[in-house]
């Protein structure tokens, strides 16, 4: 009966654990996008200074973090059980979006960096951020997404299982 308590709470507690991470990732998302938008407002097109902008920017950083960063693997029964070659289809999904997050904290520490020491925003550079904030977000929401689809798309079966179903 107690190891029954036990493994419930232990259920429970990594949930809670991965509900807290999540939150985390999602409001470093919102860091970032909204460091970005600054750096991007200071820039004087009209555009950029929208309230609507600045927060299509936090919201889209809210998701690329908390998809792209928390990419669900497979287990290992079922990379030996199911699919032909997992390893590289799972490493260009991590690929994908180790690099999305990389482009987009990159894009927000220059962005820090050019508000904290006041530097005036230059257009190619101002380009270069916008790029590389909504690239990386995009590659990491795409790598969330894939990593997740194909974590519920696959599905196992037992080796005994196929044996009996042929005729």
């Known amino acids: 009966m107690s190891d029954e308590r036990d493994t419930r709470a232990e259920t429970v507690f990594s949930r809670v654990a991965h509900v807290l991470e999540r939150a985390g990732l999602?409001?470093?998302g919102a860091i970032g996008g909204t460091f970005v938008a600054a750096y991007?407002?200071?820039a004087n097109i009209e555009a950029f200074d929208s309230i609507g902008f600045?927060?299509?920017m936090i919201l889209i950083g809210v998701?690329?973090?908390s998809l792209g960063v928390d990419i669900p693997r497979l287990r290992i029964s079922d990379k030996a059980l199911g699919a032909r070659h997992p390893v590289p289809q799972r490493d260009s999904v991590e690929l994908l979006g180790a690099t999305g997050t990389f482009l987009a904290a990159a894009a927000a520490l220059i962005?820090?960096?050019a508000i904290v020491f006041d530097a005036?925003?230059?257009r190619m550079w101002e380009f270069a951020i916008g790029c590389w904030w909504l690239i990386g977000v995009v590659m990491q929401i795409g790598a969330g997404a894939i990593g997740r689809l194909r974590l519920n798309s696959h599905t196992v079966v037992p080796a005994n299982?196929?044996?009996?179903a042929r005729p």
Do not use: D, H, K, N
Not at 161 to 164: Q, T
């Open 111 to 113: 962005s820090v960096y």
């Open 120 to 122: 005036a925003p230059q």
């Open 54 to 56: 600045i927060a299509s």
């Open 26 to 28: 999602a409001m470093s």
């Open 63 to 65: 998701f690329g973090f």
């Open 40 to 42: 991007l407002a200071r």
């Open 161 to 164: 299982e196929r044996l009996r």
